[in-house]
């Protein structure tokens, strides 16, 4: 295990196109934490799983977007009508839950999605 | 709402000089407050915990909650310390708080020879 993943690691894509982002977290988390990242800012959190329940959403999260984990393992960001202002760095994360001991949320390499 | 805050975007010192990298955090609770570190071309990684009380790397950060400060120091700057450093806030896990990190916007520090 090499630690948490993500595919694909750049998207660029025409404003209204939809797009997929695919996250592997590392295998014995049960947490799995979105975040979003723009240009001179700190990471914004979007939304988290503990195992495929989906627990906690951003307002930052509009209708726009979905995220799943549908067996608890991997998880996919979905952005429905693209617009330049989703430009930017989509960061995955994952840790162990409550009861584990360890909290340190590992992170992804993240995808950058370029909108035109 | 939980917010952090680093004042300085960019912090330049010499290599050998004292470091001190800003935070200061609001929230009324009792929060776990964490630095992490981005060196050029890698991912984000955990650099210490307040928790934890020990220092990383030569790095120390201790927690004033009076002055709800986080402030990261190293005694002695080296060339590998280059990198942006985030201070992160998550509310205590503990108390139901979903371990979700709300982030600062980051000071890119540069050491210099």
């Known amino acids: 295990d090499t630690g948490v993943s993500q595919n694909p690691r750049h998207k660029i894509t025409k404003r209204g196109q939809n797009v997929t982002f695919r996250c592997d977290p590392i295998?014995?988390?049960?947490?799995l934490y979105w975040y979003r990242q723009t240009l001179g800012q700190g990471p914004e959190f979007l939304t988290y799983f503990q195992n495929e329940a989906q627990l906690e959403k951003s307002r930052l999260l509009s209708d726009r977007f979905s995220a799943e984990r549908p067996k608890g393992s991997f998880s996919t960001l979905e952005i429905q009508r693209t617009e330049q202002g989703d430009s930017a760095m989509y960061l995955c994360?994952?840790?162990?839950?409550?009861?584990?001991?360890?909290?340190?949320?590992?992170f992804g390499p993240g995808t950058r999605l370029t909108v035109t | 709402a939980q917010r952090v805050t680093q004042p300085e975007k960019l912090l330049s010192v010499f290599k050998g000089a004292p470091v001190e990298l800003k935070c200061n955090y609001s929230y009324s609770g009792s929060p776990e407050l964490f630095w992490y570190v981005q060196y050029s071309r890698q991912r984000l990684q955990l650099l210490l915990r307040h928790i934890s009380r020990e220092s990383i790397k030569g790095f120390t950060a201790d927690l004033n909650k009076g002055e709800t400060s986080f402030h990261l120091k190293k005694p002695f700057a080296q060339e590998e310390d280059s990198a942006m450093y985030y201070c992160a806030l998550s509310l205590n896990i503990l108390t139901g708080g979903g371990n979700k990190l709300t982030f600062g916007t980051g000071t890119q520090l540069k050491v210099e020879l």
């Open positions: 994360a994952s840790s162990p839950s409550l009861g584990q001991g360890n909290y340190e949320q590992y």
């Open positions: 295998s014995e988390h049960n947490r």
